[in-house]
């Protein structure tokens, strides 16, 4: 049996406490912020591990390490407070200040390495033109997540900015990220242009929920109709693999571990669990099968996180090409 989220994200855990200060520095370098937050959040709630598990962990890794060649990411940002709620402030002082050491933060950047409610109480009280120009630069989960800090009538303001943001001049973002960096006392300047529309909107609002989905799409469709409609258009939600051709499910079940699916597939319709089984051999479909009968109560919560896991699996191997999105948001076959 494959190894679960949780189970991978608590060995990683692992793993970095059994390294010590100096080499988990130079792992959490490689990382991206969603990644060390995750990382974090698990060494902090790791209080005391058995020397045994210790031993599995820091076996397993070698085994993995010896079958696989190292793969190496240049990053220079670094998170303050993640490492702060992990280590404990004295501990993570000296780690922060060698990871950082030489290395700068851009004020939208840096938003990044916060969560949600900090970042919505930071920029609640901006104009939501500039809020959106802020939220179009993060991760669209992570800009989800913000925006459902928001109240309802701000919401519904920042998304229709959202998908009617064609660009921003260099000069205003400049303008905007000096802002930023006076707020996180960061500094460094942004390196990309923010960009707007209906697919960022789509994106953000696959991560959002389905109340406020609900919510964003209709004050939208009062502004503009047919802005609302391409908005759905190019939704893409975990029902959706109905829309999808067998042999691009086939690639899609290559990359997602089973504990995964069985999660995912606890708040599926009917018709798309027969349609994954179909796609599976006859004896991986009758497992499946048995482990979501016997599978207990979950909550909605795991269910729709596993879900938005496979979503960024599907749209990855989208993006790459490998598979073709069905449905009115994707490309049609002829």
Known sequence: MPTSPEEGLEKSATLLIALGEEQAA???????????????????TL???????????????????AEHGAVH????NYIRSVLTKALGDDKASNLISRILQGGETSGIEGLKWMDAQTVADLIKNEHPQIIATILV?????????ILNHFTERLRNDVVLRIATLEGIQPAALRELNEAMMRILSG????????????????????????????????????????????????MFVFENLMDIDDRSIQLILREIQSDSLILALKGASPDLREKIFKNMSQRAA?????????KGPVRLSEVEAEQKEILKVVRRLADEGQIVL?????EQMI
């Open 137 to 145: 630069h993060l991760e669209h989960d992570q800009a989800s997540e």
């Open 47 to 65: 209080k005391s591990v058995p020397r045994v598990k210790v031993e599995a962990v820091l076996d397993e890794f070698h085994q993995i390490a």
């Open 73 to 76: 990411v240049d990053t220079d």
């Open 286 to 294: 009758e497992m499946l099968r048995e482990d979501l009968e016997s």
């Open 187 to 234: 500094s460094a300047s942004v390196k990309h242009t923010a960009m707007g529309g209906v697919r960022t909107v789509a994106e953000i609002l696959n991560f959002i929920g389905a109340t406020n989905e609900t919510s964003v799409v209709d004050a939208i469709r009062e502004y503009d109709p047919d802005l609302a409609q391409k908005i759905l258009d190019e």
């Open 26 to 44: 130079e792992v959490l370098r490689q990382l991206g912020p969603r990644e060390v937050q995750k990382l974090g959040h698990a060494m902090a």
């Open 326 to 330: 069905g449905g009115a948001g994707g």
